[in-house]
């Protein structure tokens, strides 16, 4: 059972002020309300009807949030077994039909071959555990995974000593902000194909 602490609140959609519960996972740290809140405004053009991917789905805050005001579809990958047994009630208790929950390593899904059916992803959250060296890595393959559609954008929230001189040139820089030990930035794809 999760303790009061372990709880995130939707701000805004279908699911306002639904308040769900999370388990106490080391490294488990969901994105913070002001956080979201900016974050959100920044996504609100790009969200109606979007595809979405939560790589680092944990507490399940950025992808109910997306889902709840108006995503598509939102895909959340997810490792931790206790995680994703309470993002499975999550997803039962809001009826989210539009949410897919996958049991897989963020990497594992982006070095897997794509299938023709698969869908692109319009926008992607990337929120890895802090200090743990996965970002670098899951841009790369993220990038050549042919997950992105033409014109995605990607969020990503780390630590704000890391330097994020390795994203592709192709991501372009929207947005960013700083909230304590925390950086969190908005990119567009651009491919002048």
Request: with cysteine; proline share 4%; net charge positive.
């Amino acid at each position: 059972m999760a303790n009061k602490a372990n709880r995130i609140r939707i701000i805004a959609g279908r699911w306002r002020g639904r308040k769900l519960d999370f388990p106490s996972i080391e490294g488990l740290r969901p994105t913070t309300d002001p956080i979201r809140e900016t974050l959100f405004n920044w996504l609100q053009r790009y969200l109606p009807q979007a595809n979405c991917l939560d790589l680092y789905a944990g507490s399940g805050a950025l992808g109910f949030e997306a889902a709840s005001r108006g995503a598509r579809h939102v895909l959340m990958v997810e490792k931790e077994a206790q995680a994703i047994k309470t993002l499975q009630e999550n997803k039962a208790l809001l009826q989210a039909d539009n949410v897919q929950l996958m049991h897989r390593i963020a990497l594992d899904v982006l070095k897997a071959k794509v299938e023709e059916k698969e869908k692109s992803f319009d926008i992607v959250f990337l929120d890895p555990p802090f200090q743990q060296g996965e970002l670098q890595e899951c841009v790369k393959h993220l990038e050549q995974s042919g997950r992105l559609s033409d014109d995605a954008v990607i969020y990503i929230e780390c630590e704000s000593k890391l330097k994020l001189n390795f994203l592709p040139a192709t991501w372009v820089e929207r947005r960013q902000k700083k909230a304590g030990q925390v950086v969190y930035c908005l990119y567009q794809r651009e491919t002048n194909d």
